[in-house]
Nanobody, 122 residues
Framework: QVDLVESGGGSVEAGGSLFVSCAVS????????MGWFRQAPGKEREGVAT???????TYYLDSVKGRFTISRDGVKRLYLQMNNLKPEDTAMYYC????????????????WGQGTQVAVSS
């Protein structure tokens, strides 16, 4: 059974914080890369933050560096702490995972959640 389920999105004013989490179930498989992606209306999906499970190396989109923090609990839970949120952070946020041991930042991900909405008002 493969299942990724996000939770914790919501609405907040600019400068506020949100914490989103993802429950990851990939049956017997262990993901190598886990990450958060987002897609705003009319825009392409972009990688927000990724983390490798073999040592925890992380990647952050330039616009979120210093504001967002990705973390995980083993390979079953993935988190994204978002501080000092800006209206441009408004998007659907997706959790993703992949098994292939390649760099986690710029690559395709095979397994995806349904997304959780984050809305930041000015």
């Amino acid at each position: 059974q493969v299942d990724l389920v996000e939770s914790g999105g919501g609405s907040v004013e600019a400068g506020g914080s949100l914490f989103v989490s993802c429950a990851v179930s990939l049956s017997m498989y262990r993901p190598y890369c886990m990450g958060w992606f987002r897609q705003a209306p009319g825009k392409e999906r972009e990688g927000v933050a990724t983390i490798a499970t073999d040592g925890g190396s992380t990647y952050y989109l330039d616009s979120v560096k210093g504001r967002f923090t990705i973390s995980r609990d083993g390979v079953k839970r993935l988190y994204l702490q978002m501080n000092n949120l800006k209206p441009e952070d408004t998007a659907m946020y997706y959790c993703a995972a992949d098994l292939t041991p390649l760099g986690c930042a710029q690559r395709r991900y095979k397994y995806w959640g349904q997304g959780t909405q984050v809305a930041v008002s000015s």
